[in-house]
């Protein structure tokens, strides 16, 4: 499957193989999305099937402008409109309840009364989105479960195989800024909940809207939203987290300075100067090129909990767990 840099010409190529029932994976601020016409069945089966993601898990609809998302959802809370004017296009996804009248693809949406919307901040995907003047889908495009892509090289080396149709294309939009996903808020139940910590941060959210986060850190199985599964974002090596020094057989991966005495070649480090943002725009693609490596073991300095440290954490901890 052939990767496609993202000139303005095959940004239309892009969107006309969209509405001909392609899937084309392209840049968002985030991480790299696997898209497609929100409103088609096929393709959207496709996606979860590209993707080996269980289909209880709904997808995110993304849009190009306010009018899209007021089409297909009802019964915004002023809460809501608040965040949106204020965060859009941003690294925000919005629970909001369905405009059951509109065509999004039940599939999409798990057959729930709900649907899951974004405006992403990203000139690439803003313009593939306008040009295809409808609403697309837009999981991450890796292997469900794994490391999401921050590069087009990701999406190539995970889905490349399963991309094999006339109408597949990746738009490569070189590495995308945030490198972690977007911060997921339920907007339809009594009060605001995050369900998943992401590129906005919770402290700055909260400012203009309470909302409420429980850290999911060492507890339950039982995802309290469908697909917000324990297990996720795991490399193939195995994490030790909040490492103060690598044992014999680690990988260092650090986050400031350094321990001394580590050899050069068993040492990353995910901000020399201990930036969160910088991080979290590292984290995935150190841990692909650990797993390219072939490396079994990493031991991780904490990750201070905040900002968006506390996104950094969350995927983490899933990628921790077995
Ligand atoms: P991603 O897997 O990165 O595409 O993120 C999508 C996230 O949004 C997943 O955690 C989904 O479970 C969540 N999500 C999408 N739609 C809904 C919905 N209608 N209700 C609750 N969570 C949703
Ligand atoms: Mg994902």
């Known amino acids: 499957m052939k990767t496609s840099k993202a000139t303005e010409k095959n940004i239309n190529i892009a969107a006309k193989l969209l509405l001909k029932g392609g899937i084309v994976a392209f840049p968002t601020e985030t991480v790299y999305g696997l898209g497609a016409l929100a409103s088609d069945n096929k393709s959207i089966e496709r996606v979860y099937a590209v993707k080996g993601r269980p289909k209880n898990n709904p997808l995110i609809v993304h849009a190009y402008d306010i009018n899209q998302i007021l089409a297909i959802t009802k019964n915004i809370p002023i809460n809501a409109h608040i965040l949106i004017k204020k965060y859009w296009p941003g690294p925000l996804t919005l629970i909001l309840p369905y405009k059951t009248s509109s065509n999004i693809s039940p599939i999409a949406r798990a057959n729930l009364k709900t649907v899951a919307v974004r405006i992403p901040n990203h000139p690439i995907a803003l313009k593939l989105l306008k040009t295809v003047n409808a609403p697309l889908i837009a999981p991450s495009a890796n292997i469900s479960q794994h490391l999401s892509p921050t590069k087009a090289s990701h999406v190539k080396k995970d889905l490349g195989e399963n991309l094999l149709n006339e109408n597949d294309m990746i738009l490569d939009g070189g590495k995308t800024s945030i490198g972690l996903e977007s911060t997921v808020i339920d907007f339809t139940c009594n009060k605001p909940v995050i369900l998943r910590p992401g590129g906005l941060n919770i402290n700055t959210i ?29 490399p193939n090596a195995s994490l030790r987290l909040n490492a103060k020094f690598p044992m014999v057989g680690e990988v260092w991966l650090g986050f400031g300075k350094d321990p001394k005495n580590i050899e050069y070649f068993k040492k990353m480090n995910l901000s020399l100067t201990g930036d969160l943002n910088e991080a979290a725009t590292n984290l995935f693609s150190m841990l692909r090129l650990l797993d390219k490596k072939n490396i079994k073991n990493i031991a991780i300095k904490s990750i201070p909990n905040k900002e968006i440290g506390v996104a950094i954490n969350d995927r983490l901890n899933r990628g921790a767990s077995n």
Not at 206 to 230: A, C, E, H, M, R
Request: positive net charge; charged residues 30%; aromatic residues 10%.
């Open 206 to 234: 909260n400012k203009d809207v309470k909302v409420s986060y429980i850290d999911k850190k060492s507890n339950n199985t039982q995802p309290i939203s469908p697909g917000l599964f324990k297990k996720h974002y795991a």
